[in-house]
């Protein structure tokens, strides 16, 4: 930790003291390094930090415990509490080792996690279940060179400055739950981790939520090769088994559009029947437009169609209940104007004759308490109805069954029908 000098005693970064010189003057000046350093210097002080941090991860070598360290680099930052060491220790057990030793390592992730405050934003009961799904992820990752055959991702989270933020809550419980996301903003401040710095992109001028959407959507086409590319609004909370079950339910249609791990509170229930809940699973609904874009997963090749159609080239947003066309024209002048996206996507789904597939209960929630377009907060049928229990993994609530029958078989990327 950086310091600063006075009478030959040193104080460590941003602490307030009063020099003992000070006080044989007579005057009690309160000092703080925050004011007596330069911006260079702070500068090079991170630069230090990034060396040591690439240093430490050469010495802790590759693999398992190494992947983890990289998710919670909380886990080294303390002196004595032997991280490096257990880190070192997983690296050596490889991947199988570490799934044999799975319940002693969740066990110390869980222990860690008391002491240290890492997953201070989900329930003490949910911590096992987070940990099992960090040890989970990294185990993964550590296989990835030697799989060829991994499922490849591009998760594109679209945010805007909000009262409330959310960002960092969303997308700390995507990194949990495996996803490794790319940030899409409009101009404004926000709290991004170091980390995420390098896939975050910041907007010189205001998109609008469509036109962000649609950015993100060109940016997984053109710098990536994933086949599953993830659209998400930063007030969505992942559960953490999210990746692995989704994975597991790919594709259920040929004609698929796309599968929503957010199930909004009407989605729960029959048509036409307020009163009487639809049953769980991965149910395929009918919908004119669509209510709540959380998280969609699509084809590689659907998004292609979407970019390419020619009612999302024309989308000026919904229409208004009066029929306004002079709010119309607005919106063609000033394309950051145009919303309702959701109600755009399935309109599209519909015009593309695509099916529309939701996880019920809800891997997602929809946490904000504010909209960052003024849509309102999150309570009626802007949450979930039933949302997943975070003390199960998904696999326990979310049967294979679309509308109480047995869901198809699933359908190999190459065989959706364009």
């Not at 005693?9 to 703080?32: D, H, M, P, W």
């Not at 279940?129 to 989270?157: G, H, Y």
């Amino acid at each position: 930790m950086p310091k600063t000098k006075c009478c030959n005693q040193e104080y460590a970064e941003g602490a307030i003291f009063v020099c003992s010189c000070v006080k044989k003057r007579g005057t009690n000046i309160a000092l703080s390094l925050f004011q007596e350093q330069s911006k260079k210097e702070n500068q090079a002080l991170q630069k230090v930090a990034n060396k040591k941090r690439f240093y430490d991860e050469r010495k802790l070598g590759t693999g398992v415990g190494t992947e983890l360290h990289k998710m919670i680099p909380k886990f080294l930052e303390q002196k004595g509490c032997g991280c490096k060491g257990y880190i070192k220790r997983m690296n050596h057990m490889g991947p199988d080792g570490c799934e044999k030793n799975r319940d002693e390592i969740v066990s110390h992730l869980v222990d860690q996690a008391k002491k240290r405050q890492l997953f201070n934003w989900v329930s003490s009961k949910a911590t096992a279940l987070v940990s099992d799904r960090l040890l989970t992820t990294a185990i993964k990752r550590a296989r990835k060179n030697a799989d060829p055959n991994e499922l490849k991702w591009f998760c594109a989270v679209a945010t805007a400055p909000r009262k409330i933020p959310t960002l960092k809550t969303c997308v700390d419980s995507m990194q949990v739950a495996g996803f490794h996301p790319f940030i899409f903003a409009e101009p404004g401040d926000y709290d991004i981790d170091k980390n995420l710095k390098p896939s975050t992109i910041i907007h010189e001028e205001k998109l609008g939520v469509w036109h962000n959407w649609l950015f993100s959507l060109r940016y997984a086409i053109e710098n990536s090769d994933a086949d599953i590319i993830m659209t998400v609004q930063d007030d969505a909370l992942f559960h953490p088994d999210s990746k692995v079950f989704t994975e597991n339910i790919l594709w259920p249609d040929d004609k698929v559009g796309f599968v929503s791990l957010y199930t909004p509170a009407h989605y729960s229930k029959k048509p036409n029947n307020k009163h009487e809940n639809r049953p769980t699973g991965i149910n395929k609904i009918h919908t004119r437009s669509m209510w709540g874009a959380c998280a969609l997963v699509w084809p590689r090749k659907v998004v292609e169609e979407i970019l390419n159609h020619e009612f999302t080239k024309n989308w000026n947003g919904a229409r208004t209940k009066t029929n306004n066309n002079k709010i119309m024209e607005k919106r063609k002048q000033h394309p950051y104007l145009v919303q309702n996206s959701d109600t755009a996507i399935g309109t599209l789904m519909n015009k593309m004759k695509r099916s529309m597939w939701f996880i019920d209960p809800s891997p997602v929630e929809h946490f904000a308490t504010t909209s960052a377009i003024k849509h309102g907060g999150n309570s009626g049928n802007r949450n979930c109805g039933r949302c997943a229990d975070w003390d199960l993994s998904l696999e326990e609530q979310v049967p294979l069954l679309n509308n109480g029958e047995e869901l198809p078989s699933r359908v190999n990327y190459d065989d959706i029908v364009i």
